[in-house]
């Protein structure tokens, strides 16, 4: 152990790992494209787009030239009473590319305040009409976030349970995949039946952390439209399915309905600098329009709408609206679609799913699907010792590269994968 990771391991707490179980954590130096460069020498494959931020490859110069230009104008200014043109231009570039209704844009810092921001709002604009609409409905199995709202809102798991306690109470229906729509949304119509549900909050056709669950637009669409018939507030939570990673700008883009909140974060800024967006409707807004002080949305944090984290998500919405992208976006989910076909029925696989850019393959193992699943303990080094990040969910591995990934690049990883199939380590 050289010095450094002595470090690290002496003073630094690293997210989602257990002290005892992980090994030393592996030193980056510099990053391009795809490709992660350790100090030692080797280049990593980023397959899982360093937790499905990045868009247009590691340290891409277009971003980096606008957050240091923005570095030396202006890196920060209090944003209650203030305002400034990277803000300013990010918010007509969102409003561009969002559902027709989206009208307003509030910022924040990542995806769970994002999540909490679109939670408060829905909740208030009930306050601030004098109704008393407190229920919120979630799905099975949802992930939001880690902070106490997001958690709430969060199917309980070993992330959850040790705070259980603390969580509000949320009504969750079955995930509405293929097997469980009729029943879900059964489910959905009794508890909107009792007339005191405020909001609904999901993951737009896949649940992320979950193990990349997929269901469809048409059983999402009859469940947003059975809640805004109701005047129930609808969430999306857009935090990992923004930004092209589904295949369109959103996946509320595959809906008729259209959300009255979204949540955003993550691939906002391409990945290079932390940011979170929450955007809602005209008609929440204007239950925020009133004399009443009282009634003013008091939320804020210190680096809200930071300049140079605006100029980054700028810089990389030029990059994701320009042809290149969409092309890109087409031959990711081409590529991921005839592999999808080619290992499908494999004896070891009990489930492949695709959509746009991403492809998840669920193993089959003695134990349940789960994050704990101890099949993780195998496929996570099998592929790091190849110079492939692949960080799978439990016995789900799961490929969702940077947008810049080249064909020959996915079929090196593919055929990793089917090396991993055939080998031993899954009898
Ligand atoms: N919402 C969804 C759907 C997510 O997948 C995540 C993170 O994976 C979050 C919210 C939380 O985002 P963050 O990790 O930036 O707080």
Not at 339 to 358: C, D, M, N, P, Q
Request: glycine share 8%.
């Amino acid at each position: 152990m050289d010095d450094s990771q002595k470090n690290d391991r002496e003073l630094i707490w690293h997210p989602f790992t257990s002290f005892t179980e992980t090994p030393d954590p592996i030193f980056i130096d510099s990053a391009e494209g795809i490709y992660l460069h350790t100090t030692d020498g080797r280049r990593i494959i980023d397959a899982v787009s360093s937790w499905w931020v990045n868009l247009h490859g590691h340290s891409h110069p277009v971003i980096a030239a606008a957050i240091a230009h923005q570095a030396r104008t202006l890196e920060h200014v209090i944003f209650a009473g203030f305002t400034h043109e990277p803000a300013i231009t990010l918010a007509k570039n969102l409003k561009r590319i969002l559902p027709l209704n989206q009208s307003k844009i509030f910022f924040s810092d990542n995806g769970s305040t994002a999540v909490e921001v679109a939670l408060k709002m829905a909740l208030q604009y009930w306050y601030n009409l004098g109704v008393k609409k407190e229920r919120i409905i979630a799905l099975k199995g949802a992930y939001h976030g880690d902070t106490f709202g997001s958690m709430s809102v969060g199917g309980r798991s070993i992330f959850s349970d040790p705070f259980s306690g603390y969580l509000f109470n949320v009504e969750f229906i079955d995930f509405p995949d293929t097997m469980n729509a009729e029943k879900a949304i059964q489910q959905f119509r009794e508890l909107l039946a009792t007339g005191d549900i405020g909001a609904f909050i999901f993951e737009p056709l896949v649940q992320g952390a979950s193990g990349m669950r997929m269901y469809t637009p048409a059983v999402l669409d009859q469940l947003l439209s059975a809640a805004q018939e109701k005047g129930v507030i609808c969430i999306a939570d857009e935090v990992f399915t923004g930004f092209g990673r589904t295949g369109k700008m959103f996946a509320s883009h595959y809906l008729s309905a259209m959300p009255d909140i979204m949540a955003v974060s993550k691939g906002i800024t391409g990945g290079a600098m932390a940011l979170g967006v929450t955007t809602c409707s005209a008609k929440i807004v204007d239950a925020f329009r009133t004399g009443d002080f009282t009634k003013t949305f008091f939320h804020g944090h210190s680096y809200t709408a930071n300049p140079i984290a605006c100029a980054a998500a700028n810089a990389s919405f030029e990059l994701l609206t320009a042809p290149a992208c969409d092309a890109q976006l087409t031959l990711i989910a081409g590529e991921h679609l005839r592999f999808a076909s080619k290992i499908k029925g494999h004896k070891h696989i009990k489930e492949v799913r695709s959509l746009g850019t991403i492809l998840a393959i669920e193993l089959r193992t003695g134990e349940d699907t789960s994050y704990s699943n101890e099949l993780r303990k195998k496929i996570y080094p099998f592929f790091l010792d190849r110079n492939i990040l692949l960080r799978p969910l439990g016995n789900i591995i799961y490929i969702l590269p940077p947008y810049v990934i080249k064909a020959g690049e996915l079929h090196q990883i593919y055929a990793c994968i089917e090396e991993f199939l055939s080998s031993d380590l899954l009898l």
